[in-house]
């Protein structure tokens, strides 16, 4: 399981026979010119079992650039098909706008959940003071 700032969860499944290795390639969802970090995690059995963990590696690199890699405990945690899913957080790299930060990352239709209660309260204010001015 691969997460970084701009993928959430990307599951590979490797298939390997005992004694064998193999490669695998996990397609990024970050923008290509901006620096990303993320997390690798190797595991068998279930994601959210610690003693399942076999590895997990941090990452920060430049597409094109140069890369480092360090290495850390392995953290249970939920994938992303369930109800509480595990989601990446990098404060070096992830710097959401406000909208963001009162919606808690929940959207309607791309849009942050609280942008439409900012702005049925705007209207509603309006609407008040219009009210009273008459």
Sequence with gaps: MVHTSGTDG???LPTADPGESTNVTVEL????DSVVVGEARLYAYDLNDSSGGIDQVGF???VNGTTSTWNESYTAIEGPWSED???Y???S???PGFFERASDGNEVGGVPVVVPGVAFAALLGLAFLVRRAR
């Design 85 to 87: 899913a595990y989601r």
């Design 10 to 12: 990307s599951l590979y």
């Design 93 to 95: 790299v992830d710097r």
């Design 29 to 32: 969802l970050d923008d290509p």
């Design 89 to 91: 957080e990098n404060s």
């Design 60 to 62: 920060e690199g430049r």
